[in-house]
């Protein structure tokens, strides 16, 4: 993983999907909200906060978080009235970065967007906590989605989660690190650990050189004293960056209590958890892998509605289709998160036994049969050339005249 320092020179593969994920859900869920007829509400305001922004673009130019939001905007201002969105529709930005100099970069990278529709834009330097209050005050009641994406953990606090929650169509979007809750959890514990075992092999089975055993045996006690310092000093601030993001003191035990491979799962889930608290009963994460297919990191979707998680499958696909990600690693998180196709199968032929469903036309049923996976099921719109494919080997989809169908036999008695 990139260092702080260098993630914008040029963003790594593994950082496209999220701004392919992000671009794709913003202007989906901005549709969503601000449609005429049949969306979500007739608003004519939907708001996007930024609360670590970065630097608006990596040296090569490829857009992150906030011009990406800038392009979305632009797009929904200028859209024609065919697209169907409420007289006036916007998509106001706020942004946070507390860095002075990506302040400075997103700021002269935004000057144009802002300059377009004053109006709609907030630009704060310093951090998220400082600017969180006047935000939520200038988001309003209007449906917002408050994107946190910090370098680690670092900078989140879980008593905010509720407030950000708090409006009726509000969403949180939040990158949980891998890397960096493993480096706060567990590595420096684990090196410590291969230190002790490493002296304790030397101390076993001595070679013949005794002398460079002794000089290895002291180098490796300086490195492992030099962690345990690093350890002690580092020790309490990570516990406190922990509990801070994950809302309860009880989660570094809950940590500890599982083996260090596993301390990246568990922090998802004490992450999962703490959205759940603040009352986001609708999850969704997508992890994140490298080229090389390590675990990177896992974006955490949190909302109150199925159709908000349906929207942010769908931008899933749409996302990961994009020209520029590399195959394998496309191919890799694909893999990762489509759900299993025979079972799915299985259970639609248990739940759905006896019914004809259209599976895509919407001019006779309200919920075809593609929706009600999409709604009711792990399943990824990517997934539905398989799906489709599987249910005509097993004879259960046919047409109705022009309309495709799917029969599924009434069970045995
Ligand atoms: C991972 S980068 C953001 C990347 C950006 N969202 C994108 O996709 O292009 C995290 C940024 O948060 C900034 N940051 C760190 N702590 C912060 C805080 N407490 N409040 C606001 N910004 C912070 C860092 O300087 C860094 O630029």
């Given amino acids: ?45 939907v708001c996007f906060v930024d609360g670590f922004a970065g630097a608006g673009k990596d040296k090569d130019g490829r ?28 998509m106001c930005v706020g942004v946070v970065e507390s860095n002075g100099p990506r302040f400075q970069s997103m ?4 000057a144009d967007a802002v300059a377009a529709a004053p109006d709609d834009w907030v630009l704060h330097r310093g951090t998220f906590g400082d600017h969180v209050d006047e935000l939520r005050e200038w988001v309003g009641s209007d449906p917002t989605l408050w994107f946190l994406d910090p370098f680690g953990i670092k900078g989140l606090h879980a008593s905010w989660y ?24 567990g590595v420096v514990q684990s090196e ?28 490796l006690a300086q490195a492992r004293a030099d962690i345990r310092r690093q350890l002690d000093i580092n020790d309490p601030a990570a516990r406190t960056i922990l509990v801070d993001a994950l809302g309860s003191p009880d989660c570094i035990e809950e940590l500890a209590a599982v083996a260090i491979e596993r301390r990246p799962e568990m922090y998802l889930q004490l992450f999962c958890n703490a959205l759940r608290r ?9 992890p994140i892998r490298d080229v090389g297919g390590r675990p990177m990191h896992v974006l955490i979707h949190a909302s109150k509605h199925v159709a908000a998680m349906t929207a942010m499958k769908r931008s899933v696909t749409e996302g990961l289709a994009r020209q520029d990600l590399d195959a394998t690693m496309r191919e890799l998180l694909k893999l990762e998160l489509q759900a299993p196709v025979s079972p799915l199968i299985e259970m639609l032929c248990r739940t759905r036994a006896g019914q004809t469903i259209d599976w895509s036309s919407r001019k006779r049923t309200r919920r075809p049969l593609v929706v009600q996976i999409m709604e009711d099921t792990a399943a990824f719109g990517f997934q539905m ?27 045995p008695a």
């Avoid at 392009?71 to 969105?85: F, M």
């Avoid at 603040?278 to 997508?286: D, E, P, R, Y």
């Fill in 278 to 286: 603040a009352g986001a009963t609708v999850q969704l994460t997508i």
């Fill in 192 to 219: 410590t650990d291969d230190i002790e075992r490493r002296i304790g092999a030397i101390a076993a089975a001595p070679s013949l050189f005794a002398g460079e055993d002794a000089i290895r045996q002291a180098q």
């Fill in 162 to 185: 509720a407030d950000l929650l708090g409006g009726p169509k509000n969403e949180i979007f939040v990158l949980a690190a891998h890397v960096g809750s493993v480096r706060l959890t």
């Fill in 63 to 90: 857009p992150g978080s906030p011009l990406v939001a800038a392009l979305v905007a632009a797009d929904i201002r200028n859209a024609s009235p065919e697209r169907g969105l409420v007289q006036g529709s916007r």
């Fill in 107 to 110: 700021y002269a990278t935004l």
């Fill in 1 to 45: 993983m990139s260092s702080s320092r260098d993630h914008f020179d040029a963003f790594e593969h593994h950082t496209l999907p999220k701004h392919g994920i992000l671009s794709a859900y913003l202007m989906r869920w901005a549709s969503i909200h601000l449609r005429r007829e049949g969306g979500g509400g007739r608003h004519s305001r």
């Fill in 385 to 411: 050339p398989e799906l489709k494919r599987e249910l005509r080997a097993r004879g259960l989809m046919d047409r109705d005249g022009r309309i495709e169908v799917v029969r599924f036999p009434e069970l």
